[in-house]
């Protein structure tokens, strides 16, 4: 079964569109997939895939590579996979945001072997504003690759109940805010880029987990405001538990950045490095408990 989405519209148009497919699981055999490309503002698109190998793109012919996109300003998109080797490749193109319409992306997926890439303002031109993302991924080995560009967007990803899941954001604009939350059977890893376009401003990382061996690196090049990491138990009603993680944080930046990293467990390894090409108010809070970990902190005024 292969359903298709396709719209044009102007800024008061509304369309809901409700694409709904249940098939048995066929051993070897992808069970449902959807082509979309939406155009117009106000929109609200819901796809809901209930199989094997289910699959959301953006060509009618079977080409898993190429992002199914949504394009106009204040969009609001609801994604739920269940199944084994789901597949979704999702691009949201929009003109303006100004915190207009609070434009929503909530993805939730549901078993092993998830391969998702949402790219937020996919046309490359700086106007992704006050976009929400929502992610979920319950089950192992899902990998989760989120780009935006733009200012004042949230990025929530959530893994609970295995193991070996990934995420990795690249983020480029100012006041943009990531949390990460990591649970289940360990070697997990979480990748943030932030200003990875250029210095960026007020941008914020939050991550916590429990489990062992897992992943965390975190970069934020910064301009005058500065950015901050919570990683962690460091701040009230956050964890990271576990042994053997590894945890890497680098900051560079005019002044101001912060790092406050909390970790409970053994054989952690944790290295902060802050750079500051003016001034020199950058500040790294541990606070570490357990045995034969490793800790380097490397504040520097180049």
């Known amino acids: 079964m292969k359903p298709s ?13 409700i694409l709904l497919s249940t098939v048995m699981l066929m051993a070897g055999a992808a069970d449902n997939s959807i082509y979309v490309d939406q155009t117009g503002s106000g929109a609200t698109v819901t ?40 597949t979704l490749k ?15 992306v909530n993805y939730s997926v549901t078993g092993n072997n998830a391969n998702a890439v949402i790219d937020i303002n996919a046309n490359g ?18 990998s989760l690759k989120v780009g935006v560009i733009g200012n004042e967007n949230s990025i929530s990803a959530t893994t609970a109940g295995g ?13 943009n805010t990531q949390n990460i ?18 210095a960026t401003n007020g941008n914020s990382v939050g991550i916590t987990a429990v489990g062992a061996s897992n992943t965390f690196a975190i ?29 890497a944080v680098t900051q560079n930046g005019s002044n101001d950045n912060t790092a406050a990293i909390g970790i409970t467990g053994g054989s952690n390894t944790v290295s902060v490095y802050q750079g500051a090409t003016t001034g020199v108010n950058n500040t790294a809070n541990l606070k570490i408990s357990g045995s034969t970990n490793s800790i380097t902190v490397n504040q520097n005024k180049p």
Do not use: F, H, W
């Not at 199914?68 to 609801?78: K, L, T």
């Open 163 to 175: 193991a070996s899941n990934s995420v990795t954001a690249n983020i480029n604009g100012n006041n």
């Open 125 to 142: 031109q700086n106007t992704a504003e006050s976009n929400t993302v929502n992610v979920t991924q319950t089950g192992n080995t899902a």
């Open 219 to 247: 970069t934020q090049d910064g301009g005058t405001q500065g950015n901050s990491v919570t990683i962690g138990g460091y701040a009230a009603g956050s964890a990271l538990t576990g042994s053997s993680n590894s945890v």
């Open 47 to 86: 796809m809901t895939q209930d199989g094997y190998g289910n699959v959301i793109r953006g060509t009618a012919n079977g080409d898993n590579t190429t992002n199914a996109v949504i394009y106009g300003d204040n969009n609001q998109v609801n994604i739920s996979q269940v199944g084994s080797n789901n």
């Open 90 to 104: 999702l691009g949201i193109q929009s003109t303006t945001g100004n915190g207009q319409g609070n434009p929503t």
């Open 181 to 198: 939350s990591m649970t289940g059977g360990g070697n997990n890893s979480a990748t943030v880029n932030q200003g990875a376009g250029g």
């Open 5 to 17: 989405i396709t719209g044009a519209g102007s800024l008061s148009r509304k369309l809901t569109a």
